[in-house]
């Protein structure tokens, strides 16, 4: 399908020079990644369900190691890992891997952006059902079956629950502003005053106005209003709802995930604010996986949006070093 090219800007070296002085010359640009897309298909009740996918990277021609990133409950997965915002600095999360030597792959989940909009709600069940789905695309066109998994909030139940079941497709697994049981979190609790809605209803509202208050529910300042901005335009284009089926399952399912049996290397991400879990919680989900090769790492002054706050360098630290964590000898 298309393809969309896109480069970091060039970072200046130095400063504006002086008499005798020496002035630091400016790298390189960086090599510019590509965008495609591709479309897999999921079948239900005899029905064909097309899900659309993304992959960015570097076109050199060797093998990169895969990452997958897996979208949350209220914005599409260009909006969530491919953003844009004028004047404001990098955003994407998929050109930031890319340029580090990723096979960057991410999808539209069922009645989200792109891919088919049914009758379905797309809660967590129906989300690994995609991502199983996504697998002989991504086989077909890198030579891989083995990939790392990166999901933010709702995605981080996707990702571990897929890990749990297909454990053979996940190399190294990231959960970012996951939740486990839900107790304590006043976000699930706030959430829970529409449980019913969620029941009978199949799509919710995500308008403009709640759109922007993913990034000021848990303490406003953390993430650029800019970013608010952009998400909006960039998203609302699919549409002012979204799947209710998310919501349903953190609000009446909980907990959806079992982890005995997310048996990949894993790595919890929490933001210091974040609303949707607490930090004992999570230390329970975390103290029963059974991979030792594990890390939870808690991102000083982030909320709930990892990926598009301001400290989301920390937290593209943080992940970037336990995916290049050394195998044991």
């Known amino acids: 399908m298309g393809e969309i090219s896109m480069s970091r800007r060039l970072a200046l070296a130095g400063t504006a020079a002086v008499a005798g002085a020496v002035v630091a010359a400016a790298p390189a640009a960086a090599a510019a990644t590509s965008l495609r897309e591709y479309q897999a298909v999921k079948t239900r009740d005899g029905k064909s369900i097309k899900l659309v996918l993304y992959r960015r990277r570097i076109e050199n021609g060797k093998k990169l190691p895969v990452l997958f990133l897996v979208h949350g409950s209220s914005t599409s997965a260009r909006t969530s890992y491919d ?66 998994f990166m999901g933010e909030s709702s995605g981080a139940l996707r990702a571990a629950a897929f890990a749990s079941v297909a454990p053979e ?17 006043p976000t699930l609790a706030k959430r829970a005053e529409g449980v019913e809605y969620y029941k ?7 308008d403009k106005a709640m759109i922007e208050s993913i990034f000021t529910r848990d303490r406003p300042g953390t993430t650029d209003p800019a970013v608010a901005a952009a998400v909006v335009k960039m998203e609302m284009v699919y549409g002012d709802t979204v799947p209710t089926g998310t919501y349903l399952d953190m609000t009446a399912h909980l907990p959806v995930v079992d982890p005995a049996k997310v048996a990949a290397p894993t790595m919890l991400a929490r933001g210091e604010f974040d609303g949707i ?24 002054g982030a909320a709930h949006a990892l990926g598009t706050c301001k400290a989301r360098f920390a937290f593209w630290h943080a992940m970037k070093s336990f995916l290049t964590m050394p195998a044991l000898a």
Not at 200 to 206: G, I, V, W
Not at 284 to 295: A, E, S, T, V
């Open 83 to 148: 953003l844009t915002v004028p004047g404001a600095g990098e955003y994407s999360m998929m050109n930031v891997f890319a340029q580090d030597g990723y096979d960057v792959w991410t999808m539209d989940h069922e009645g989200y952006g792109k891919s088919d909009h049914t009758e379905g709600n797309s809660d967590v069940a129906s989300g690994v059902e995609d991502l199983k789905a996504a697998m002989p695309v991504i086989a077909r066109e890198t030579g891989q079956t083995r990939l790392h």
């Open 277 to 300: 879990a607490t930090m004992e919680d999570l230390w329970d989900f975390f103290i029963k996986l059974p991979n030792g090769d594990k890390q939870f790492s808690v991102i000083a």
């Open 200 to 206: 009978t209803h199949n799509r919710r509202l995500r």
């Open 169 to 185: 497709h996940v190399g190294r697994l990231v959960l970012a502003a996951h939740t486990y049981t839900g107790k304590g979190s």
